[in-house]
């Protein structure tokens, strides 16, 4: 398998994909973090930032539920 890295992916984009963001919360939270901005869920202890909604996910692969 040969793998390349990309920093815009247009050109390789079908309109029968879909696209899948998965990122550890501390990569998102190091920048605000070194820029001075306090984060709450940092401020307060807690591990991970998590919302809460009332969105219902599609039922796929047998999985159903509330988005979290």
């Known amino acids: 398998m040969r793998t390349v890295e990309v920093t815009d992916a247009t050109g390789l984009w079908r309109s029968d994909m879909v696209a899948f963001s998965i990122a550890r919360t501390c990569s998102f939270e190091a920048p605000p ?12 202890g807690r591990g991970v930032a998590m919302s809460v909604t009332d969105r219902q996910c599609t039922p796929a692969a047998g999985r159903t539920g509330l988005w979290w």
Do not use: E
């Not at 973090?33 to 307060?44: F, I, K, S, Y």
């Open 33 to 44: 973090v070194a820029g001075g901005v306090p984060l709450r869920n940092l401020t307060q």
